[in-house]
Antibody, heavy 118, light 112 residues
């Protein structure tokens, strides 16, 4: 079964750091582009970042540039999101998803919750 | 690229059709001739599920009552006969002009 499982979400103070993880199984992880997408409570989905299959290319939405860093470990079939200098508006449910082209976001994890609050 | 969905809220009667609009601030036709517009459904407490990709290609396991259409800047998701399991949020998303990939603001479908 194709599966993505996120972890690492916590309550953290403004200015703090957090590292999210996404464990993949059931597909050839090292051939897929991977994404992080977030959703604040009651809000729309917001794409955060993507990383190419080999990790050589990364992209971010403007609001997280310079603060977040996406990475992957293909041997461990894992995706990561290092989040620094967190702000209250980063509070959200963070999903990982896969793919590009016809497979773009065809599989999603259940998400992990990040709350930035003092 | 800004995607504007309408309506924001859509009360529907079971067995009746429903239609959701997604309008883009610019054409979503890529230089390769393809149009990268997808539709997702999200039930309460669940992750999104992709229904449609590339405007009109239905994903595996998606009921045939769901169909996507449109071109350029105007796109539509249609449900031929709404069932109770269809309630929730619907989002369109474009991947033609990126980064960033962008989502519409969402449409909440509920049963009257």
């Amino acid at each position: 079964e194709v599966q993505l499982v996120e972890s690492g979400g916590l309550v953290v103070q403004p200015g703090g750091s957090l590292r999210l993880s996404c464990a993949a199984s059931g597909f050839t992880f090292d051939t897929y582009t991977m994404h992080w997408v977030r959703q604040a409570p009651g809000k729309a989905l917001e794409w955060v970042s993507l990383i190419s299959w080999d990790g050589d290319n990364t992209y971010y939405t403007d609001s997280v540039k310079g603060r977040f860093s996406i990475s992957r470990d293909n041997r461990k079939k894992s995706l990561y999101l290092q989040m620094n200098n967190l702000r209250s508006d980063d509070s959200a449910l963070y999903f990982c998803s896969r793919g590009d082209g016809s497979t773009l976001m065809d599989v999603w994890g259940r998400g992990t919750t990040v709350i930035v609050s003092s | 690229v800004v995607l504007t969905q309408s309506p924001v809220s859509l009360p529907v009667t079971l067995g009746q059709p429903a239609s959701i609009s997604c309008r883009s601030s610019q054409s979503l036709v890529d230089s390769d001739g393809n149009t990268y517009l997808s539709w997702f459904h999200q039930r309460p407490g669940q992750p999104p599920r992709r229904l449609i990709h590339d405007v009109s290609s239905r994903d595996s396991g998606v009921p045939v009552r769901f169909s996507g259409g449109g071109s350029g800047t105007d796109f539509t998701l249609e449900i031929s006969r709404v069932e109770a399991e269809d309630v929730g949020l619907y989002f369109c998303m474009q991947a033609t002009h990126w980064p960033p990939l962008t989502f519409g603001g969402g449409t909440k479908v509920e049963i009257k």
